[in-house]
Nanobody
Framework: QVQLVESGGGLVQAGDSLRLSCAAS????????MGWFRQAPGKEREFVAV????????DYTESVKGRFTISRDNAKNTVSLQMNSLKPEETAVYYC????????????????WGQGTQVTVSS
């Protein structure tokens, strides 16, 4: 099993940048594909980005391509999400997730979830 803890959320203005981090503990993170989801108030949780176990493959939801970058450091058991040019509609709780299956792309739902970190983008 793996435990996930997010950090880095906060209040920013539209157009600003923010970097989220996810610390994994328990089983080594390179056993998992990892990713980020977000859930805005009154909406369903949606996929944001995913990175393969050793970081060679990444995928993003269309709306964040070119602005968000997912990365991982398996030596530190961390996954990060660099978010640039943030928009007010991206205000949400952002969740780190992990899949234990080696298949790519990983099929929903994820096997493990963090508690989430709030990102608020003011206009």
């Amino acid at each position: 099993q793996v435990q996930l803890v997010e950090s880095g959320g906060g209040l920013v203005q539209a157009g600003d940048s923010l970097r989220l981090s996810c610390a994994a503990s328990g089983r080594a993170s390179n056993n998992y594909h990892m990713g980020w989801f977000r859930q805005a108030p009154g909406k369903e949780r949606e996929f944001v980005a995913v990175i393969s176990r050793f970081g060679s493959v990444k995928d993003y939801t269309e709306s964040v391509k070119g602005r968000f970058t997912i990365s991982r450091d398996n030596a530190k058991n961390t996954v990060s999400l660099q978010m640039n040019s943030l928009k007010p509609e991206e205000t949400a709780v952002y969740y780190c997730a992990a899949w234990s299956s080696g298949n790519w792309p990983p099929a929903p739902p994820a096997d493990y979830w963090g508690q989430g970190t709030q990102v608020t983008v003011s206009s």
